[in-house]
């Protein structure tokens, strides 16, 4: 099952792809944790992307590019993917078109999650994701055992720099003006499905598996 999870910052798309990713089998590719690997390496490319990440920019279509085709290449892929914040731009989805065309194969679903804004704001201030392994929790709502560690590798909880709340408001101006118009774009192609991410993980989860399982 090839799968875009799309919608604004904080909607839950990394909570779901993980859960989605276990049950299936198949892997969540997160350009998000992806990006934020390569800034904590201190690669070139991490260098380059952390000043568009910490204005809560897009980071350029080339570079997200490039990674992205890296990873669907691989033989992990060969099952399927989830891409969690990847197209993020009309160029971003022109191009995996292209690439999935090239392979013979295209998307299965685009499922777009909404949520209130007012959700969105709740979620992102209280997220605090572990510095050592890809787990995100949330102080209220999804709190780890043990305050500030993580359940599972006992790092360190932080919280991510741009959810400070003048980034989060700027990422939330983006998504507006550059990622929105890819609800239409998906819609005219006949391939996205609307899902209430509203309420409890465990809810929004038996929602999407049902949505996914009817697909
Ligand atoms: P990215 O990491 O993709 O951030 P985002 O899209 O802004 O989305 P988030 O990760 O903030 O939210 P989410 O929907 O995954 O929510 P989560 O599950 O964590 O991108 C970061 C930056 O990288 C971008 O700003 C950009 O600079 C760059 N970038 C990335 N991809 C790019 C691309 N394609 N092109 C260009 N640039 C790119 O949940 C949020 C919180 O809510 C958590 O605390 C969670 O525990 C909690 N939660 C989840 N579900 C629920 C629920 N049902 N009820 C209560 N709480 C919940
Ligand atoms: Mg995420």
Redesign the pocket.
Known sequence: MRLVFL?A???????QAEMVSAKYSIPKI????L?RAAVAQQTLLGKEAKQ??NR????PDNV?IGLVQEKIGTADCAKGFIL??????VA?ADTLGTLLAEKELSLDRVVHFVIPREEVIN??S??RSCSTCPA???VE??PPKQAGLCDECEGELVQRS?DQKETVES?LTVYEEQTSPLIDYYREKNILAELN?S???DD?QERLLALLSAS
């Open positions: 919608g910052p904080g909607v839950g798309k990394g909570t997160s350009t998000g944790d990006l568009f990440m809560g920019d897009l980071v997200v969690d914040g990847f197209p993020r731009t971003q979620r992102l209280g997220r995100v929790y949330h709502f999804v741009d990422r991410g309420g409890i993980v929004v």
